[in-house]
């Protein structure tokens, strides 16, 4: 089974800090993903890559960058954190046509 | 473009009784179709997938036909037990992309 590990698990921050959430998935996958998940609005997917050094938008990609440099690793950066991004922020790799996406245990971040 | 819209929650029922979480999708083309619960605490996983019209999947006693004329793909169990506690999201696919659309997400309670 597909393993995906997420550090931190639980992030504190200010308004207008800058965090990073780093994502490493171990089984080779080509695709990693990156989604936050609130209240009402189930998954929304914030950024997508298909390799090292691709980037694809999601659907809220406001507020927020990511880059991914290996085919392991996948980093969500919020470089001026805001209160509206307080979530909890789930990574997943997928391989090319498998279509199953295999998810991280989130990342709780709260920005005070 | 696509879209998933299931029953909302959050669902409460008595061990023992029948579950239908009801799941429609639109879509322009011939997705793969899933259902994926989170356990609270965790990632969502796959429940299981159907790639094919007309086709069921099944896993743990919840199953759902995947029913093109209909454009559904309702999650039903014959007897739920508290142990089925958790959020259960319906969610599309396309090849093409490696997207994949998820539902809103509906949260069953099972109480003893």
């Known amino acids: 089974e597909a393993a995906v590990t997420q550090s931190p698990r639980n992030k504190v921050t200010v308004t207008g800090g800058n965090v990073t959430l780093s994502c490493r998935q171990t089984n080779s996958h080509n695709y990693m993903y990156w989604y936050r998940q609130d209240t009402g609005h189930g998954l929304r997917l914030i950024h997508y890559?298909?390799?090292?050094?691709?980037?694809q938008i999601g659907d809220v990609p406001d507020g927020y960058k990511a880059t991914r440099t290996t085919q392991e690793d996948f980093f969500l950066l919020l470089e001026l954190a805001s209160p509206s991004q307080t979530s909890l922020y789930f990574c997943?790799?997928?391989?090319?046509?498998?279509?199953?996406?295999?998810f991280g245990p989130g990342t709780r971040l709260l920005v005070l | 473009g696509d879209s998933v819209t299931q029953t909302e929650g959050p669902v409460t029922l008595s061990e023992g009784t029948s579950l239908t979480v009801n799941c429609s999708y639109e879509t322009k083309q011939y997705p793969t179709l899933f259902w994926y619960v989170q356990y609270p605490g965790e990632g969502p996983q796959l429940l299981f997938k159907v790639p094919k019209a007309n086709e069921k999947g099944s896993n743990r006693g919840f199953e759902a036909t995947y029913n093109k004329e209909a454009t559904s793909f309702h999650l039903q169990k014959a007897s739920v037990q508290e142990s089925d506690s958790a959020v259960y999201y319906c969610?599309?696919?396309?090849?093409?992309?490696?997207?994949?659309?998820f539902g809103d997400g509906t949260q069953l309670v099972v109480k003893p």
């Open positions: 997943a790799s997928s391989d090319f046509n498998q279509d199953t996406q295999y």
């Open positions: 890559s298909y390799g090292a050094g691709n980037l």
């Open positions: 969610a599309l696919t396309q090849n093409s992309n490696n997207r994949i659309f």
